[in-house]
């Protein structure tokens, strides 16, 4: 089992920037790949960026040269830094994390970027 616990959400204006944190209950060098999420109203959850436990990282186009996933690992907390927010990226960012093929999930921090 593996909990996932969120923050870092508020209310900015488009291009400013948020911090997330992604606080696990057990070592990240455990879990296979941690990411972030995001589920606007209205549309399905996407995938925002993500890191494995070797350190690769892979982001989604929208977020490309915006956003950057990183990882405390004596903190056991990934990180998704995020500038340059616009409108569009308000939703809720879930953390992911799968761990020998099973799926959890953080409750989720809103993210609202006022225009």
């Known amino acids: 089992q593996v909990q996932l616990v969120e923050s870092g959400g508020g209310l900015v204006q488009a291009g400013g920037s948020l911090r997330l944190s992604c606080a696990a209950s057990?070592?990240?060098?455990?879990?296979?790949?941690l990411g972030w999420y995001r589920q606007a109203p209205g549309k399905q959850r996407e995938l925002v960026a993500s890191?494995?436990?070797?350190?690769?990282?892979n982001y989604a186009d929208f977020v490309k040269g915006r956003f950057t996933i990183s990882r405390d690992s004596a903190k056991n907390t990934v990180y998704l830094e995020m500038n340059s927010l616009k409108s569009e990226d308000t939703a809720v960012y879930y953390c992911n994390g799968v761990q020998y093929g099973v799926d959890y999930w953080g409750k989720g921090t809103l993210v609202t970027v006022s225009s």
């Open positions: 890191i494995t436990n070797g350190g690769s990282t």
């Open positions: 057990r070592s990240i060098f455990s879990i296979n790949v």
